[in-house]
């Protein structure tokens, strides 16, 4: 490491350029590259095209976006951090995002996309991050697992006065009232721990510190007494977006059921959970495999959740076969895809994305030239049967669930209205963006300059520093 104020030596480079074991190093190594124009024909051969028919739009659209602001406060002395977290969520009446342009006029009206607009509906959160103490508690961790426990189990979150459909709720309610841990999150010491309403909080016998329902998504792991929490507070962002987009989908769903089945949502990024709070993800599958038979029963269609991705390999793919693949084509994303011509494989599971992933990817090009990455939610309630024993017979599960999970029938209706959306929402202010998501960004951002200085000066203040 260099002294405050040490240029690197302008010729450093050298010994790495000249050591043979290096060079030796790069031979041995392959990746994937981008295609040349004859194999980008080929991969696009078997692009299905996409009949849109008559697929009636949903009524509603709402769109979740979260953004972090995790900066250390600079010229502090142990490095003293606090994070900040926002997420929106946006709704949208598809009627009257219809009617912004006047009839007889070629210029929206200003005063609807400015009501369009103020349709956001922020949520903050607070954490504590490096050399910083939550109410006393004796480390950083233990102020951090207080600080979101107290956070996703106030009324924030529920967008009700019903602390049922808040984030705690949801979570009690996926595993029909009763969650369970089986190691203490402060010491260690394996203890089982049941939570239930109003039982959301335990004591360790071992170390006597209380144990919190949110435990479970072990989003403390990442934080360190000392040095940048910068990990754990962005892993909190991820999980919280997801788990407050089920929250709503729960309460709407409980309430009003055909207002449920009206109704499209949209995240941004894949349908997936990482790092440490991935199981999360299997909690989220079961969820909306219970809502989905609910409005069946009752004689409804299921509601139509979607993941639109931005950023990513399977976006950069896109991109690069964009003037090879045929307007209004689509294709679903399968592992054997996906490893041959994305990413590079990562993981030996016979099912790629199996503790990370509840929904299917699919790439589609509107029939104006854009190209978008997005997922469906995976039509089963789990990957593997509770029942399966033995490694050999887990990995054959893994290996049919691969299958299952491209088999485009099953997500016949779905994607059909899912390509419809995108079409009917489609942006020309960025590349390959949609409205809701865009919208929804918009309220969630948080700039460097000013907002991150601002929020700088915040934190001094709030620290008394």
């Known amino acids: 490491m260099p002294y405050s104020r040490e240029s690197a030596g302008k010729g450093g480079h050298i010994d790495l350029v000249k050591n043979p074991d290096v060079q030796n190093f790069l031979n041995d190594c392959k990746c994937l590259t981008q295609p040349s124009a004859e194999e980008a024909k080929k991969i696009t051969a078997d692009y299905v095209h996409w009949e849109d028919g008559n697929s009636k739009l949903p009524d509603y659209v709402v769109a979740s976006d979260a953004s972090p602001y995790k900066e250390a406060i600079s010229g502090l002395f142990p490095s003293t951090q606090i994070g900040y977290v926002k997420n929106s969520m946006i709704i949208i009446e598809v009627s009257e995002f219809d009617n912004l342009q006047p009839v007889n006029s070629n210029f929206v009206d200003p005063f609807k996309v400015a009501e369009l607009h103020r349709s956001g509906d922020p949520i903050s959160f607070t954490l504590p991050g490096c050399n910083v103490r939550y109410k006393g508690a004796e480390t950083v961790k233990d102020g951090f697992r207080l600080a979101v426990y107290e956070q996703l189990s106030d009324m924030r979150t529920s967008f009700t006065n019903d602390d049922n459909f808040n984030v705690v709720g949801t979570l009690l309610a996926i595993d029909d009232g009763e969650v369970e841990l ?47 929490n910068g990990s754990a507070i962005t892993r909190f962002m991820n999980v919280v977006e997801h788990l407050i987009i089920a929250s709503f989908i729960r309460m709407v769903g409980y309430r009003d059921p055909s207002l449920l089945s009206r109704m499209a949502f949209i995240v941004d990024g894949p349908l997936a959970i990482f790092g440490q709070p991935a199981k999360v993800h299997t909690r989220l599958l079961r969820l909306y495999e219970k809502v989905r038979k609910h409005l069946v029963e009752k004689g409804y269609q299921p509601p139509l959740i979607i993941g639109i991705q931005k950023t990513g390999p399977a976006v950069e793919h896109a991109k690069a076969l964009c003037p090879y693949i045929p307007m209004g084509a689509f294709r679903v994303i399968d592992d054997e895809y996906r490893h041959k011509y994305i990413a590079a494989r990562s993981e030996t599971s016979a099912n790629f994305g199996h503790e990370t992933y509840y929904g299917q990817d699919f790439i589609f090009k509107t029939r104006s030239g854009k190209v978008f990455v997005f997922g469906l939610v995976y039509p089963f309630a789990k990957k593997v049967p509770s029942n399966i024993e033995g490694e050999e017979a887990t990995s054959n599960s893994k290996a049919r669930f691969s299958k299952e999970k491209v088999e485009v029938d099953r997500y016949r209706e779905q994607l059909k209205l899912a390509m419809s959306l995108i079409t009917h929402f489609e942006l020309e202010l960025y590349e390959n963006a949609i409205v809701p998501i865009a919208l929804a960004h918009r309220h969630a951002s948080i700039s460097l300059v000013p907002g991150g200085r601002v929020l700088e000066i915040l934190s001094k203040k709030g620290l008394n520093l």
């Open 182 to 228: 089986e190691l203490c999150p402060a010491c260690g010491s394996k203890e089982e721990f049941k939570f239930k309403k109003s039982e959301e909080v335990q004591c360790c016998v071992a170390c006597q510190k209380d144990v919190y329902i949110t435990d479970v998504m072990r989003i403390h792991e990442q934080i360190s007494d000392l040095g940048d």
